[in-house]
């Protein structure tokens, strides 16, 4: 299984969003307030929230479409 994390922010609603997608798949994610732990921005520098790190890699910043999603938390 991929693993997953969320870069959110305090009350970010498109986290949200990200994080229903992933309960919906049955994926298992950490979640990683970037404003508590602000030495993540240096690995994975984004300006908006939410990132989603697959596997190490930022695969995504902001709402990605749900069947891209599982593409690349599937490998594809």
């Known amino acids: 299984m991929a ?3 969320v870069l ?3 009350s970010c609603t498109s986290c949200a969003v990200v994080e229903r997608m992933l309960d919906r798949m049955g994926v298992k994610y950490e979640l990683i307030d970037v404003t508590e732990h602000p ?3 240096q690995k994975y520098p984004i300006m908006s929230a939410p990132g989603v ?3 190490g890699i930022l ?3 902001g709402v990605p479409r749900e ?3 599982a ?3 599937k490998g594809g």
Do not use: R
Request: hydrophobic share 50%; proline share 5%.
């Open 3 to 5: 693993a997953v994390q």
């Open 8 to 10: 959110t922010t305090p």
């Open 39 to 41: 030495e993540i921005l």
């Open 53 to 55: 790190v697959i596997n």
């Open 59 to 61: 695969e995504f910043v």
């Open 67 to 69: 069947k891209d999603l």
């Open 71 to 73: 593409s690349k938390i």
